[in-house]
């Protein structure tokens, strides 16, 4: 079974450009989870998808963030204009949540932005 | 809010028991969860404890207080292949996940 998928695996960009990034579920998994990592820190959720509903986006810096769930999928999340305090690796995770107290969560190997 | 906390750096010997702590401040407890993450590479999941006691998943076992909102991972027979990043989180279901700063375990022979 294929894991999550990422893409592209690192992005430089300069400040103020936009930049997209792409995350395909394991299949069957309704649950998606968009986190960014910082340098020595833990993952930290931006979005939380349940189905194509966005269910948890308080962390999300809506003004330059956004992200999308097209049919339930596939996910795209995008930044623009970067600046360089978005430097970070932008994790993608699934899950099948059907209820009860916990879901294991299955990580992507991530993207790695560096911002100039 | 939740918050947890997590020893920065630990270092073992090849083949010794090292233990990795976490405490945690949340409002309405889901469980706590423990994941490893190489570098470079993408976290993954290594156990789950929602009751108190002591989990054991081969090597590797999880403990949880929910009195004393503190847990530990336990990790024995230790290979050079542990070293990585180890997180503590909390929550689950339909609660966020919260996850440590991690535990950065290097592995010594």
């Known amino acids: 079974e294929a894991g999550v998928v990422q893409s592209p695996r690192y992005k430089i960009i300069e400040k103020k450009q936009p930049v997209a990034f792409w995350c395909n579920p394991i299949s069957g998994h309704n649950t998606l989870y968009w986190y960014r990592q910082n340098l020595g820190q833990g993952p930290e959720l931006l979005i939380r998808?349940?189905?194509?509903?966005?269910?948890?986006d308080s962390q999300l810096p809506k003004d330059r963030f956004s992200a999308e769930r097209l049919k339930g999928v596939d996910s795209t999340l995008k930044i623009q204009p970067a600046e360089l305090g978005d430097s970070a690796v932008y994790l993608c995770?699934?899950?099948?949540?059907?209820?009860?107290?916990?879901?294991?969560?299955?990580f992507g190997p991530g993207t790695r932005l560096t911002v100039l | 809010g939740q918050s947890l906390e997590q020893p920065s750096e630990v270092t073992a010997v090849e083949g010794a028991i090292v233990q990795i702590n976490c405490t945690y401040q949340?409002?309405?407890?889901?469980?706590l969860s423990w994941y490893q993450q190489h570098d470079g590479g993408a976290p993954t999941f290594l156990s789950y404890?929602?009751?108190?006691g002591l989990e054991e998943t081969g090597r590797f076992s999880s403990f949880l207080s929910r009195s004393d909102s503190y847990g530990y991972l336990l990790l024995q027979e230790l290979q050079m292949k542990d070293s990585a990043s180890y997180f503590c989180?909390?929550?689950?279901?339909?609660?966020?996940?919260?996850f440590g700063t991690g535990t950065k375990l290097q592995v010594i022979p």
């Open positions: 949340t409002s309405g407890f889901y469980g």
């Open positions: 998808y349940e189905n194509e509903e966005a269910v948890d």
């Open positions: 995770a699934s899950s099948y949540y059907r209820g009860g107290d916990y879901n294991e969560q299955f």
């Open positions: 404890n929602a009751l108190d």
């Open positions: 989180a909390v929550g689950g279901g339909y609660q966020k996940v919260t």
